[in-house]
Every structure is written in structure tokens, then in C-alpha cells.
């Protein structure tokens, strides 16, 4: 039977790439972002290539309770999705009170609430069928604390924490929760956050082949990159005390 994958922040980046990736593996897919013309653009090549349905939604994830009317535009569309790919997300980096908090309650919103009412949206449905992937796209930093982008690390660690602990109360309900926990990327991420772009990169590719990789292997969470998974270690072989320092010192050298 086939397949429906629901993406959040399809129209660029690890989302586009997980658009094309699941619609390669045969799946109908609906792209979710803000952009309709990107997303218009994405369907368009996604449908002459895969010959799969796209459908589009636009969605500004940042206003409170969106997730509610993407599901009731799916059920009015007659859809059922068997995969959800939270991958929408924003980062803001500098010294906390110079970010607008207008902005930072929008990056909790679009970082942690989103996920948590989308899943409360289409988790229902998957446990009554007994199967269902719930992707959320985490972050290194979702390991340590990050003094200069404070909330965008915090609102990592909650994904990472919020799937793990969901990977095991569903386990035996059929439902696979996965989080992948990229490094830096190919994207406009690090533009968009006002920091600078890291020198050595991983593509989206490399992050999405990584992260169907852990699903097939049976895990709850994979770091992306051999280099990444050792820094991610790092939290374990020193104090946090001397991770935050470090961190610290990465971070104000990319405001620079």
C-alpha cells in the first residue's frame, strides 16, 4: 500500500532533500513551508520525476496551534500520513538580550511546539493503524549547551530528549520516532542565524541518507558525520563546565 509522507520546511534545504528522498522511495509526499512558490516549484519536479503525488500546504509554523489546521487541510483532502518529517526550524545567535523577544518565543514555537502539536495531530491515527515514522530533525548542539544561540541549543536538546523517550513508550505500538542530529550543513541556515558558515560542511543528502540509514538499522537517534558523532561525545569525556567554555568560545569566533 502506498505511502504518505507529511515534511515541514520542504522548500529548502534537509527538508527538500527529505521531500526527494521519500518520494524516490515511491511516497506521495505534502510539503509544508511559507514559500507557495518554492513549494509550487518542488511539487512540480518531484511529480515529473517520481511520478508520485505532491500535495502543497503553506504553513507559517511560527503562529500558535498552525499544526491543527494542517491536519484538519489533510483530513479535508482525504489523506492519511504514514511518515512526518519535522524538520521546520530557525535559529538566532548573540548575546540573549540583543535578540528580539518577539523572535526567540517564535523560535520556541516553530523549534518545540510545532513538533510537539503535529505529533499530537498524527500520532492518533498511526497508533490505531499500528505503523507509522515520526522524523524530527535535531542538532548537534542538541548534546551540549550553546552560550551565544542559548535557545536554539535548548530547543534541540528537547527534541532530542522529547524523541527518545517517544521512540520507547511506541515501541511496542508499531511507531518508529527517529531524530537526526545534523552538524553543520550545506543550507542557509548558518545566513539566516547570523552566524558564519562553517568552512567543512555536510550536504542535506549526506543528512537524510544518514537518517534513513538509523531507521533501517533500528535506532532512536543518529549524529550525522563521523567528525559530528566524536563532538557529540565530547560532552561525556569533559565537564560541562569545560564544554560550555568551549562552546563559548566556537560561538563568539563565528559572530565575528
Request: net charge positive.
Amino acid at each position: 500500500m502506498k505511502q504518505t509522507a507529511l515534511i515541514t520546511g520542504a522548500s529548502s534545504g534537509i527538508g527538500k532533500e527529505f521531500s526527494y528522498q521519500l518520494a524516490e522511495k515511491g511516497m506521495d509526499v505534502v510539503l509544508v513551508a511559507r514559500t507557495k512558490t518554492a513549494l509550487d516549484k518542488l511539487a512540480e519536479d518531484i511529480t515529473k520525476k517520481y511520478k508520485v503525488k505532491a500535495t502543497v500546504i503553506t504553513a507559517d509554523l511560527s503562529v500558535e496551534y498552525a499544526a491543527k489546521d494542517i491536519s484538519e487541510t489533510i483530513k479535508e483532502k482525504g489523506l492519511v500520513i504514514d511518515y512526518l518529517v519535522n524538520n521546520a526550524g530557525f535559529a538566532t545567535s548573540g548575546e540573549f538580550l540583543n535578540n528580539e523577544k518577539e523572535i526567540d518565543h517564535k523560535q520556541v514555537t516553530v523549534n518545540v511546539q510545532s513538533i510537539v502539536d503535529l505529533t499530537h495531530e498524527f500520532l492518533p491515527s498511526m497508533v490505531k493503524r499500528g505503523a507509522g515514522t515520526i522524523i524530527n530533525v535535531a542538532s548537534l548542539v542538541a548534546f551540549q549547551p550553546v552560550p551565544y544561540m542559548a535557545v536554539y541549543s535548548a530547543t534541540k536538546a528537547f527534541v532530542l530528549s522529547f524523541t527518545e523517550s517517544l521512540a520507547e513508550e511506541y515501541r511496542s505500538k508499531g511507531i518508529t520516532f527517529f531524530a537526526i542530529c545534523p552538524g553543520a550543513t550545506n543550507t542557509n541556515f548558518f545566513e539566516a542565524a547570523g552566524d558564519k558558515t562553517p568552512s567543512v560542511t555536510r550536504t542535506p543528502k549526506q543528512v537524510v541518507q544518514t537518517a534513513l540509514r538509523g531507521i533501517e538499522n533500528g535506532k532512536s537517534f543518529a549524529v550525522d558525520g563521523k567528525k559530528n558523532y566524536f563532538l557529540a561525545q565530547s560532552s561525556r569525556l569533559l565537564s560541562r563546565k569545560r564544554v560550555v567554555k568551549l562552546s563559548a568560545k566556537v560561538s563568539l569566533k563565528n559572530l565575528k
